[in-house]
């Protein structure tokens, strides 16, 4: 059984720095793309950033571009969204996803078969 748990939210004041952590079971795991989402209140789910399974190519969002980075490690079964720079804006649940159709729609989040159960991350301004 495939299961993921993010960890690592919490309040910030903007221009703070967080770093969150997907935690993936299963010995798979570095078969797969993992990807970042974010929803906030009344909005729908957001892109934020990808880490392919092939050569680790990641792929970043325009909203947060320069300010955050996606990592992982296989060997611990973990991949990381660091963001630095918080805005008010960046206030939402963040989700981790394991994308397991889709080819290069990185971006769609229907093409996530597994979700992590997100973590709060508040920005104050």
């Known amino acids: 059984q495939v299961a993921l748990e993010e960890s690592g939210g919490g309040l910030v004041q903007a221009g703070g720095s967080l770093r969150l952590s997907c935690v993936g079971s299963?010995?798979?795991?570095?078969?797969?793309?993992v990807g970042w989402f974010r929803q906030a209140p009344g909005k729908e789910r957001e892109f934020v950033a990808v880490i392919t399974w092939i050569n680790d190519r990641t792929v970043i969002a325009d909203p947060v571009k320069g300010r955050f980075t996606i990592s992982r490690d296989n060997a611990k079964n973990t991949v990381w969204l660091t963001m630095d720079n918080l805005k008010p804006e960046d206030t939402a649940v963040y989700y981790c996803a394991y994308q397991t159709s889709g080819a290069d729609l990185y971006p769609n989040p229907a093409y996530y078969g597994y979700w992590g159960q997100g973590t709060q991350v508040t920005v104050s301004s």
């Open positions: 299963g010995r798979t795991f570095r078969r797969y793309s």
